[in-house]
Structure formats: structure tokens, C-alpha cells
């Protein structure tokens, strides 16, 4: 039972296009995020939302947007894809609440950009 | 100063060797996870903990939350436990996941 689903696993896509990876959760989680994985730097946050319309930069945002139009919905969106935006996307979602709290995780969008 | 670290970065060992890897975290948290990345593959939570110990297979997680660390141990390791292991904590009343760098076990015949 898939809780957050990654629209792919694997993108190829050319430079300047521009791309869109989407994340939908089924648990009505107020809280998305975006990572990239590249070597040796783990995972880092790209944006991240608290709610529906909602968005924040988080550690490196240059040269992607966001948008969450619906609440179970988060998509990260490459307006001009560069080679060095070659890399693995992850989201994740948790709800808004205190006390203990799990985390879910999509796969993973293995893009490149060539 | 990163808040989650993880310790070692790499690890290799023999098939049926005790493996134990280390998460510090510097914040107070609301819940943490273990995550397994097999080479070239998606990731996959293994346990989420906000106190004690959990157990699944061969695989054991504990947390001490005074101490702010966390522990991945896996007993009679295999070649298939080879993988990056990642600890991700929830940070309390931040609404913030982080993550630690991953270590990478390798499992040799």
C-alpha cells in the first residue's frame, strides 16, 4: 500500500526543457518536502510546504519551483533543466502535529538531464 | 555543524559479522527514521522510533532519547544488507525532516 507515489523512477529529459516531478500522498499530510541526492552531499532540501498554496525555500532552491495547488499534491518543477540538475529527486510527507510523528517517503525520481 | 550525524560514513565488513551504525542528532525531535538505500535503488524506511527499541528480522533499531542518539544494528549480516543506511529525524516543533549523510555498508562473502 503505496502512501507517497513519485509520478516516475526513472526521467530523461533534454537541457532547457522544462520538467515537472510530481508527489501525491493519500494520508491528508499537510507537510511536503523536496530533497536531491547527489554523492557525497546526501540529501538536501529544495522546498518544502506546510500547507495547500503554501511554499518555502529550503537549502537550495535555485532553478526550481514549486507549486501545491491541492493538499495531497506537491510537485517540484524545473523551469529550464541543466545538466547539473542531474540527480535523484525524493519527496516526503508528515502531518502537522505534535508528539510522535512517521514520515513517509516516495521511491525516488532518478532524472537526467542530458 | 549538521544536526543529525551519522557514524561511520562507510563500513565494510565480512557475511556474518554484527554491524552497528550511529545516529547523533542536536535537537529535540519528534520522531526518528531509519531508511535503507540499496545501489541505484529508491529508499525505504525501515523503522520509525520516538522511544525504546524495535526489532524486524535481523534487523534492530534502538533510540535513547536523553542522549539524543539512535543505533541500527543488524546481526548476522548478508551481501543483500548491502546498502546505504540513512537516519532521518523529525524536528520538534519545527516541522522540519533532516538527514543525516548516509553509511555505506558493504557486506563481503
Known amino acids: 500500500d503505496v502512501k507517497v507515489t513519485q509520478s516516475s523512477r526513472y526521467l530523461v529529459k533534454r537541457t532547457g526543457e522544462k520538467v515537472f516531478l510530481e508527489c501525491v500522498q493519500d494520508m491528508d499530510h499537510e507537510n511536503m518536502f523536496w530533497y536531491r541526492q547527489d554523492p557525497g552531499l546526501g540529501l538536501r532540501l529544495i522546498y518544502f510546504?506546510?500547507?495547500?498554496?503554501?511554499?518555502e525555500k529550503g537549502d537550495i532552491p535555485e532553478g526550481y519551483s514549486v507549486s501545491r495547488e491541492k493538499k495531497e499534491r506537491f510537485s517540484l518543477i524545473l523551469e529550464s533543466a541543466s545538466t547539473n540538475q542531474t540527480s535523484m529527486y525524493l519527496c516526503?510527507?508528515?502531518?502537522?502535529?505534535?508528539?510522535?510523528?512517521?514520515?513517509?517517503f516516495g521511491q525516488g525520481t532518478r532524472l537526467t538531464v542530458v | 555543524k549538521n544536526e543529525v550525524e551519522q557514524s561511520p560514513q562507510n563500513l565494510t565488513a565480512q557475511e556474518g559479522e554484527f554491524i552497528t551504525i550511529n545516529c547523533s542528532y542536536s535537537v529535540g525531535i519528534s520522531a526518528l527514521h531509519w531508511l535503507q538505500q540499496h545501489p541505484g535503488g529508491g529508499i525505504v524506511s525501515l523503522f520509525m522510533?520516538?522511544?525504546g527499541k524495535k526489532k524486524h528480522g535481523r534487523l534492530i533499531a534502538t533510540i535513547n532519547i536523553q542522549e539524543k542518539h539512535s543505533s541500527l544494528h543488524i546481526t548476522a549480516s548478508h551481501p543483500r544488507d548491502s546498502a546505504v543506511y540513512i537516519c532521518?529525524?523529525?524536528?520538534?516543533?519545527?516541522?522540519?525532516?533532516?538527514f543525516g549523510q548516509g553509511t555505506r555498508l558493504t557486506i563481503n562473502p
Open positions: 510546504s506546510y500547507d495547500v498554496k503554501m511554499k
Open positions: 532521518a529525524v523529525i524536528i520538534q516543533g519545527a516541522q522540519k525532516l533532516v
Open positions: 522510533l520516538s522511544s
Open positions: 516526503a510527507s508528515f502531518p502537522r502535529r505534535t508528539g510522535n510523528t512517521e514520515a513517509f
